[in-house]
């Protein structure tokens, strides 16, 4: 069964530093990959996508991912933290092929200090 | 565009009380999907419609929960009696068909069980 583990439910950063959310997956198959944010109180926002071609994905507000299949990981990366990109950060897996079920990590919660 | 709309936003009941959340998925979605988010997790997946038709219920508790999806749009999911347990987020999303197809996430219903 395809699982998805998040390392660090917790990440703190200045403003202006990098962002590093950890994500790493489990499939016998590479999987279609996603990134989700969570604001207080409201649904979830899709950041990025990998689906086929270019390993690195650019998404919005400046966020970008890279597919290592090596690794199973897809790390989401944003070079610049800003005050507003406090919030709790899901990486998902969907089964290539067939119905698109997600599968969601635990969430990271990014927390952004001046 | 509108987005995934759901309602109630909030609702508090007794445990063994019955409860009905419903959502209108994005126009022209095929897929419409319902997720049970508890605090600290991840979301995970209740249930999955295609049109009218059910392809993944393999995680929704039937014998207290139900879903439906009249015509194809519209859907309710149902709980009864409602259980402690089940305080959590409900969020619907909608999706065109295909596996690799983006999901659009409504603001969720948040449910207390007391």
């Known amino acids: 069964a395809q699982s998805v583990t998040q390392l660090g439910s917790h990440v703190s950063v200045s403003e202006g530093a990098l962002v590093l959310l950890r994500c790493n997956y489990s499939?016998?198959?590479?999987?279609?990959l996603f990134w989700y944010v969570q604001y207080p109180n409201q649904g979830l926002q899709l950041l990025l996508k990998y689906t086929t071609g270019a390993t690195l994905v650019k998404g919005i507000n400046g966020f970008e991912a890279e597919f290592k299949k090596s690794e199973t990981s897809f790390h989401l990366t944003k070079p610049s933290a800003h005050m507003s990109d406090a919030a709790e950060y899901f990486c998902a897996v969907s089964p290539s092929g067939g119905y698109n079920k997600l599968i969601f990590g635990a969430g990271t919660r990014l927390a952004v200090h001046p | 565009e509108a987005g995934v709309a759901q309602s109630p936003r909030y609702k508090i009941i007794e445990k063994r009380q019955s409860v009905a959340f419903w959502c209108n998925p994005i126009?022209?979605?095929?897929?419409l999907y319902w997720y049970q988010q508890i605090l600290g997790q991840g979301p995970k997946l209740l249930i999955q419609?295609?049109?009218?038709?059910?392809?993944?219920d393999s995680q929704l508790p039937k014998d207290r929960f139900s879903a439906e999806r009249l015509k194809g749009v519209d859907s309710t999911l149902k709980i009864q009696p409602a259980k402690l347990e089940d305080s959590a987020v409900y969020l619907c999303?909608?999706?065109?068909?295909?596996?690799?197809?983006?999901?659009?996430f409504g603001p969720g219903t948040r449910l207390l069980v007391l």
């Open positions: 999303a909608s999706s065109f068909f295909g596996s690799s197809e983006t999901q659009y």
């Open positions: 419609f295609q049109n009218n038709g059910v392809v993944d």
């Open positions: 499939s016998s198959v590479p999987p279609y």
């Open positions: 126009s022209g979605h095929a897929t």
